[in-house]
């Protein structure tokens, strides 16, 4: 089944996942925040995807949030904390059996949103493909990866995954998408925050062994109080291993404090803390934690929700 692909969202990934699927023929049209970031991308000629060096430019069709064509298929792209006004921006078009695709990291922005549009279907996503902006429509293809894509409320699969499939987009439908996301969750929770802390690289964190140590016991811990047993399952073995293999790394949290950019941590840390609260499970590193990021981002002038 094929139908246009809106995207809301032409930054990063959004851009990313764009260009391969215009790149194979499917329909695709971005959403622009505002007239003026349509004249921009306009006088671009298009949004460039650049893959090992290689630009190529792609002229998708754009319009601004103001159109009034309905949408059936839209894929959010936005950060967390810009998820939910986004989709209150285009509630107004969706077909009433729209389907959306969240592709934000994290947790609490999927159920805001879907509070918004109770009669779409959302489909989360958990992504490991990495890409940035280099300048406005133009992404970098940084990291290959995967996508996990799945409803909690209806394990069906949908039809338009062919269009993943044709545009080479690795995915796999899973009932289980709450579970990844819970487990991306608290990878981040125990390695990001601690990155800002102490200025350092991922691997950095090796000198920190108990301190990370601590955190994946309490954040296991939390897994089995809400429910995710088998996102908590060898936790701190994985830890391990990512400080290891992405010791060269700057974590995103860290790049987003040094750039001086809004972090997502209201929809990480922030809400592994609300969940173990509304259980009445205290975690008092994990709290602690929480607590020194949002001063150390307060001290930074960057917000902390
Ligand atoms: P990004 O580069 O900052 O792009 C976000 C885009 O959303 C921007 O282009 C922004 O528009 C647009 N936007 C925000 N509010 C909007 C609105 N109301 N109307 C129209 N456009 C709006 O972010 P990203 O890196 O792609 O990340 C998106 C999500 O994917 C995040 O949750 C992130 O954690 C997750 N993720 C990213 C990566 C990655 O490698 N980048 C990997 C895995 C997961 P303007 O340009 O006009 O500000």
């Known amino acids: 089944m094929s139908s246009t692909w809106h995207i809301l969202g032409a930054g990063s990934l959004g851009s990313l996942w764009a260009c391969r699927l215009a790149r194979a023929g499917k329909t695709v049209r971005l959403i622009l925040r505002d007239e003026q970031r349509l004249r921009d991308y306009q006088s671009a000629g298009g ?14 069709d754009a319009q601004t949030t103001a159109d009034s064509s309905p949408i059936q298929r839209l894929l959010l792209a936005c950060k967390a904390y810009d998820a939910e006004k986004a989709v209150a921006s285009i509630a107004h078009r969706l077909r009433p059996d729209a389907e959306l695709i969240l592709l934000q990291n994290g947790l609490g922005s999927q159920d805001d949103v ?24 133009q992404v970098n293809f940084a990291g290959h990866g995967f996508n996990w ?15 993943l499939a044709d545009a080479g987009i690795p995915h796999e439908w899973t009932p289980d998408i ?5 487990r991306k969750l608290a990878l981040n929770c125990a390695i990001n925050p601690l990155t800002v802390l102490y200025d350092c690289r991922n ?8 301190e990370v140590a601590t955190l994946c016991a309490e954040l296991a811990e939390l897994l089995q109080v809400c429910g995710q047993p088998q996102a908590a399952e060898g936790l701190e073995n994985e830890v391990q291993r990512v400080i290891q293999a992405t010791a060269a790394n700057y974590s995103s949290m860290y790049q987003d404090v040094g750039n001086g950019r809004r972090t997502e941590i209201h929809y990480l840390l922030g809400h592994a803390c609300r969940t173990a609260t509304r259980h009445g499970h205290p975690l008092p590193h994990l709290e602690r934690l929480y607590r020194r990021l949002v001063e150390h981002l307060n001290g930074h002038g960057l917000p902390s929700d």
């Open 47 to 60: 949004l460039t995807l650049v893959e090992q060096g290689r630009p190529q430019t792609f002229a998708i």
């Open 149 to 163: 894509l799945g409803d909690p409320a209806n394990p069906l699969a949908p039809t338009w995954l062919d269009d």
């Open 114 to 137: 879907a509070a918004r549009v109770p009669l779409a279907r959302c489909v989360s996503a958990s992504s490991t493909e990495g890409a940035f902006r280099e300048r406005d429509w």
């Open 203 to 210: 691997g950095g964190l090796a000198e920190h062994h108990c």
């Open 178 to 182: 709450l579970t990844r996301l819970w």
